[in-house]
T-cell receptor, first 114, second 116 residues
C-alpha cells in the first residue's frame, strides 16, 4: 500500500460546480499537509497548506484535514475552466528526526467544462 | 526575485553519459529537494538537504548524487545515465519547519530528460 492514496480521475464537472478532491494516508508521522496545482508541462504550484485538523479557507479554496481518519480534502467553489489542471496532495513529516521532503499522491486530473 | 531556477529545461543523453542538473534558489531557504515525475507514478523524492553540507536520500536515490556547498545551490548528478532515468525532474526549496509558518515547498519549472 502506497503511503498516500489519491484517485487519479479524470474528474469532469460543469463550470460553477463545487469540486471535492481527496487523499488518504497511512503514516501517522505526517504532520503538514499541502495541495499543489499543476498545469500541463509546468511545475507544481502551492495552493494551500495546513497543519492542524480542521478547515482553512483561501478565496474559493478550502482545505480540510482529519488526522484521526488520516484523510484530507480540497474543495473548490464556483469552479472555473481555468481551474482545469492536475491537483496533487503532499505531506511532510514533523520537524523532529531530521528527515524531510514531501510525499505526494499521484494527482487528480480535473476538467471543468464551460 | 526569481524563486527556484532549474537548468537546462530540456536534455537528451546517451546511455552511459553523465550530467548535472542545476538548481538555484534566491529565497534564502534552508531546505532543498529533488523529485522525479513519471506518468502513473506521481512525484517521488530523490534526495534532499536540510542545510549546506547536509544531504540525505529519499525514496528513489539510486543512480543520482547530490551535494550542497552553498545555501543557494543544490545540483543533481546523474552518474551513468540509463533509459529508466528518462523523466521530468523538479527541484524545490522551503524554509525549515521551525523557522516560519509557511512550510510549503516552492518548485522550479522542471528539466525534461530523455536518455536514449
Amino acid at each position: 500500500q502506497k503511503e498516500v492514496e489519491q484517485d487519479p480521475g479524470p474528474l469532469s464537472v460543469p463550470e460553477g460546480a463545487i469540486v471535492s478532491l481527496n487523499c488518504t494516508y497511512s503514516n501517522s508521522a505526517f504532520q503538514y499537509f499541502m495541495w499543489y496545482r499543476q498545469y500541463s508541462r509546468k511545475g507544481p504550484e502551492l495552493l494551500m497548506y495546513t497543519y492542524s485538523s480542521g478547515n482553512k479557507e483561501d478565496g474559493r479554496f478550502t482545505a480540510q484535514v482529519d488526522k484521526s481518519s488520516k484523510y484530507i480534502s480540497l474543495f473548490i467553489r464556483d469552479s472555473q475552466p481555468s481551474d482545469s489542471a492536475t491537483y496533487l496532495c503532499a505531506m511532510r513529516l514533523s520537524s523532529g528526526g531530521g528527515a524531510d521532503g514531501l510525499t505526494f499522491g499521484k494527482g487528480t486530473h480535473l476538467i471543468i467544462q464551460p | 526575485n526569481a524563486g527556484v531556477t532549474q537548468t537546462p529545461k530540456f536534455q537528451v543523453l546517451k546511455t552511459g553519459q553523465s550530467m548535472t542538473l542545476q538548481c538555484a534558489q534566491d529565497m534564502n531557504h534552508e531546505y532543498m529537494s529533488w523529485y522525479r515525475q513519471d506518468p502513473g507514478m506521481g512525484l517521488r523524492l530523490i534526495h534532499y538537504s536540510v542545510g549546506a553540507g547536509i544531504t540525505d536520500q529519499g525514496e528513489v536515490p539510486n543512480g543520482y548524487n547530490v551535494s550542497r556547498s552553498t545555501t543557494e545551490d543544490f545540483p543533481l548528478r546523474l552518474l551513468s545515465a540509463a533509459p529508466s532515468q528518462t523523466s521530468v525532474y523538479f527541484c524545490a526549496s522551503s524554509y525549515s519547519l521551525t523557522s516560519v509558518s509557511n512550510y510549503g515547498y516552492t518548485f522550479g519549472s522542471g528539466t525534461r530528460l530523455t536518455v536514449v
